[in-house]
């Protein structure tokens, strides 16, 4: 069926005149009245009616016309969609996905970017996990992902595109009154007989990885159903935690950071789909760079020798796509 004739009809049941509607569509009476009977034929059924002050809808009439209306309102957004991408306009919704450390540092601070770039643009934000994350990408939930390959690293798919960010140097939390707190970097063998808190298993992982590296255990004790759940153990004085560098400048202020000596680290990387990639996902990955490019100096301040962050990518990139 021709939506200019559903256009008609629709136009006719808003007017409720055959003329009027003519005189909008810039077509002749005689022409919106052969539409309307043409469609009428095709469906099998009047659709209008006649009264003293023109036309309205019959009840089948008023079915349709809420179909008819639906189905136009949706081709005007998919003709709408298609411009925005052949102009670059970014009107079409951004979903974005994050782990729950870059959702709180880089992401907000690379979107406020973007907005002043691309002015008004509706956008949304789904902290997760990166697997969580990975799947929600697939699925076509997210237009893009920053995830980590913290334990169990990132799977390789050739549905996404993956990008290198950098690495993220992870560092000890402790509350404000530790007796370790403002000193650092510090050796995890004198961490060793703390108790630490954990809210996931790759920073766990990561942590316990660490201190077998230096002959030492770490005595995770506490569990915390979520980040800010175990920065509030730390600020407590229950326990000390390991946490993303990434985090640093967003801690509440009774925490603070620590550096470690040969700390770990986890890669960062964007995930995005190889098929129907938003419009703004591109814009969006260089300042999710430039953003993340910006801690590196305050997690310089953390560290004790000197790492070729080249060098460190390409040793990432060989380990996750093993």
Known sequence: MDLTVWRAFVTVCRVGSLSAAAAELNHTQSAVSRQIAGLERQLGVPLVERHARGVRPTPAGEVFRRHALATLNEADRAVRAVRDVRDGVCDRPLAIGATPSLAAGIVPEAVQGLLK???????????????????????????????????PGLAVDPRVERRFLGLDEMVVVLPAGHPQAGHGPVRIQGLADQTWAEDNDGSAALLRQHAARAGVSARIDLTAADLPGKLALVATGHAIALIPGVLTSALRADVTAVGLVDPPTRGIYTITPRRDAHPCATPLLELLATAFASIRPAQAAHRTGSTDDHAAAQLHDAITDS
Do not use: K, N
């Open 117 to 151: 770039q691309a002015g008004s643009i509706r956008w949304s934000l789904l902290p997760g996990l990166s697997e969580q994350l990975h799947s929600r990408v697939i699925a076509g939930d997210l237009d893009i992902a920053v995830v980590t390959d913290a334990p």
